[in-house]
């Protein structure tokens, strides 16, 4: 996946967190998700994003796993 569609989907993700944050959980699973991809590809990984993860992490200290 292409870094800019990566950047792209994480940026539509934090407008979901301001619209719905009663979904914390499951923002955190899309954010940690995407994060891992830049991390698979070795790119450089957003600071706040990686402080948001660390942060919902500390609210959700189980690893996050797909529904469904």
Not at 12 to 26: I, R, S
Not at 34 to 48: I, S, V
């Amino acid at each position: 996946m292409a870094f800019e569609q990566l950047k792209a989907q994480i940026g539509m993700l934090l407008g979901e967190m301001t619209n719905a944050p009663e979904d914390l959980h499951e923002l955190y699973e899309q954010i940690h998700q995407e994060l891992n991809q830049l991390r698979a590809t070795g790119m450089a990984l957003p600071a706040d994003l990686v402080e948001l993860e660390a942060k919902l992490r500390d609210a959700f200290p189980e690893p996050p796993r797909r529904r469904g």
